[in-house]
């Protein structure tokens, strides 16, 4: 009988997290002999390894009123509109453990499981199950008081509190609060969690609420069957694009999120203008996402609208020339890791898990952070400066050695193996790989 596996995730199609865990549970489907399925607040697809929790019409009015609930719950203790997304307050949540596809797993992998999927008393209840828990973390929240990235802060490492996401901020605000609530329920589960990058890894290595839990470090998986290079001219071709210039793709799923550094694109931009007038003749931008109220830019831009199709957005990586990302908070971007896969080499800020992926000079290149001056110097020098074809195929071939399903399948099989042997030895020997 194959191990069985239940993956947690809010949707199965909403931002990169719930994208990961369904590229995982495709990569365990394929190359590995366990038995995997997702469980999701929120459906979207046709995908039939995936269950929503309830998808009766009460069960979604029920899941829109959890949402709501948790957002006006915040917006009471929120210092600014403007950070409304960057924290959540786990408040609200549904009890998972009576359905069949928690029962019947031997272990439960949780994934991005906020906007009312799971608070800390539903976690309370898994805990309760005695199953061991794996969780991938695919940025800070499982080990902070609250914030999805911290940035600077440093707080996580004791008990939070004096939180900057905070309108009030004191030593037992809301983050100080939270995290009173998680350690509670965390330190007695069976938890290895898994960070998606070793920047990830390491932040949570330092963190007050892991501290007696397993900690690793493997990265999301990528099919390299669906990100794979077309030939520039035939993608071009096929999303109507230019033909004979140098095509500067951005992609986000809002392009205005201010922590995707669109700003420094834009007068990077402007200095590459300036300082090679030559290039507004040569070079156009591609844009995907949601990019409405966007000021003039420097270049002609062609905006391929939100995409959602797998392989029309390896079309878009495959039409460019080089694939920036000026994000000022990352993990470990898939829309870097797909541009690789599709022989485009990336562009972006030396930064959380960006540099893991982009290895300067060699398939893109690195910026200094929060520097348009220097993000200029590196598109410059990726589409005038370079070896560019020698950055496409060690573009593509980190990927492969690193990223593809059938890597990424063998260790978390390793995984599961040594979980399920360190659950039969109680109490859990905490451990930081």
């Known amino acids: 009988m194959p191990t069985s596996v239940t993956l947690l995730s809010t949707s199965d199609n909403m931002g990169g997290a719930s994208i990961g865990a369904v590229r995982l549970q495709q990569a365990l489907s394929r190359y590995s002999p366990l038995y995997s399925q997702i469980l999701v607040q929120e459906k979207n697809t046709q995908n039939p390894a995936i269950a929503a929790l309830d998808d009766s019409w009460l069960g979604k009015k029920k899941t829109l009123a959890r949402f709501a609930g948790e957002r006006l719950y915040l917006k009471a203790y929120e210092a600014s509109k403007k950070q409304h997304w960057a924290f959540d307050p786990a408040v609200l949540g549904v009890d998972v453990t009576e359905h069949p596809f928690v029962q019947k797993a031997q272990i439960l992998h949780l994934h991005w499981i906020n906007h009312g999927f799971l608070s800390t008393q539903s976690f309370q209840k898994l805990v309760e199950t005695q199953k061991p828990l794996v969780w991938t973390m695919h940025d ?248 560019y074809e020698s950055l496409r195929r060690n573009a593509r071939q980190k990927v492969l050695t690193q990223y593809a399903e059938p890597v990424i399948a063998r260790r978390y099989q390793t995984l599961y193996e040594d979980v399920l042997g360190r659950s039969k030895r109680k109490p859990l020997e905490g451990s930081n790989t």
Not at 165 to 193: C, G
Not at 274 to 292: D, M, N, R, Y
Not at 296 to 322: Q, T
């Open 140 to 387: 800070m929240w499982p080990f902070t008081g609250g914030c999805h990235h911290s940035g600077e802060c440093d707080h996580f490492i004791n008990k939070c509190g004096n939180c900057k996401f905070l309108r009030y901020p004191s030593e037992v605000d809301l983050s100080n609060q939270i995290w009173e609530r998680k350690q509670k329920v965390m330190d007695p589960a069976h938890l290895t969690t898994v960070a998606c990058s070793d920047w990830l890894a390491n932040r949570a290595r330092r963190s007050s609420l892991l501290k007696k839990h397993t900690i690793v470090s493997i990265p999301n998986p990528l099919d390299t069957d669906v990100f794979k290079p077309t030939e520039k001219k035939a993608a071009r071709w096929k999303l109507n694009l230019p033909q004979h210039k140098h095509l500067i793709l951005f992609a986000a799923m809002r392009v205005d999120a201010p922590m995707k550094g669109f700003s420094y694109f834009k007068e990077a931009l402007e200095r590459l203008a300036t300082a090679h007038p030559e290039t507004k003749e040569q070079i156009e931008l591609v844009i995907f996402g949601q990019t409405e109220g966007l000021s003039k830019l420097p270049y002609p831009a062609h905006h391929l609208g939100r995409l959602s199709n797998p392989e029309r957005i390896a079309l878009a990586y495959s039409a460019a020339s080089v694939f920036v990302i000026p994000s000022l908070e990352e993990n470990l971007p898939y829309t870097i890791m797909e541009a690789m896969a599709c022989g485009t080499p990336s562009v972006g800020f030396n930064i959380g898990g960006i540099p893991e992926l982009i290895d300067d000079g060699v398939n893109g290149a690195l910026a200094e952070y929060r520097s348009s001056e220097d993000l200029m110097r590196a598109l410059y020098q990726t589409l005038y400066q370079s070896d």
